[in-house]
């Protein structure tokens, strides 16, 4: 029976990375590890202020809904993009998301160690990076280990367009069946999973607030304000705030694959 690979990076409990509910002051405790306050002020009734629960962080939903779990020091491998690969070459020299070796005084290092530690500790488990060849590299060694029936990795970070080649080819495991995680979990990003879940029930990739790789590769889209005026074109800022500028109305206005059919936009992806 082939193995399929959970298309996520981190499955389990990576959520509980103290990063999240960030919204919530941080102060250092004496080991030099993040802590959060978490409490809010509401007046009393004789005038003096009050201290209240607020809602409980990421980390502590995630600690408690794990608590029973003990995975007998399992060996967590994840097949990810390595250190200065691919994104992280221009952008985050130094760091990637998956892993940190020790703490170091860098804030996204530092991060990532302790939501790996907390990770760990949580379920009794030992997190382990697996170095790949680049996007391309790890969409083939995914399919490779799929048909091999290998199980070198427990869980994979790549773009999602890759990620497309190896759910068209089995390769991976339908999140939705997997029991321990809750995709509406607010540290989810929603625009994913709502906009590739397929009939309702299967989803094969995933990102949230664990990931930094998804947010350096946003696309703009700029346009030519002379051509539109030279056309007689709206530009389509109000189309965007009335909610009519559409894929239709892009192609309207500008190249589909090299094709000009109205001299208008100067599209460009950046």
């Known amino acids: 029976m082939k193995k399929r690979l ?46 209240e629960p607020a809602e409980p962080t990421a980390s502590a939903l995630v600690k408690e809904r794990y608590a029973d779990t003990d995975l007998g020091g399992y060996v967590y491998k994840v097949l990810a993009i390595p250190t200065d690969g691919h994104f992280y070459t221009q952008v985050a020299s130094g760091i990637n998301e998956v892993y940190a070796e020790e703490l170091n005084g860098e804030i996204i290092n530092d991060a990532i160690f302790n939501r790996n530690l907390a990770a760990e500790d949580t379920l009794n488990i030992k997190i382990e990076p697996v170095w790949g060849s680049g996007v391309d590299g790890i969409r083939t060694q995914i399919h490779n280990e799929v048909l091999a029936g290998g199980t070198e990795y427990d869980a994979a970070l790549n773009r999602m367009d890759y990620l497309g080649t190896n759910m068209q080819n089995g390769d991976l495991l339908n999140i939705k069946s997997i029991s321990t995680i809750n995709t509406d979990d607010y540290w989810w990003d929603r625009n994913i999973v709502d906009s590739f879940t397929m009939f309702g029930t299967k989803l094969y990739w995933i990102s949230g607030d664990l990931n930094i790789f998804d947010d350096f590769a946003a696309e703009v889209i700029f346009f030519n304000k002379q051509l539109c005026a030279d056309n007689g074109m709206d530009f389509p800022y109000g189309m965007v705030l009335e909610g009519t500028w559409t894929i239709d109305r892009f192609f309207e206005m500008g190249p589909l694959r090299g094709e000009r059919p109205r001299e208008a936009l100067d599209v460009r992806h950046g």
Do not use: H, I, K, R
Request: aromatic share 2%; with cysteine; hydrophobic share 30%.
């Open 6 to 51: 959970t298309a996520l990076f981190l499955s389990l409990l990576l959520t509980a990375l103290p990063v999240l509910g960030c919204s919530n002051s941080q102060v250092n405790s004496e080991d030099g590890s993040n802590t959060q306050e978490n409490t809010a002020q509401t007046p009393s009734t004789d005038g003096q202020a009050e201290e």
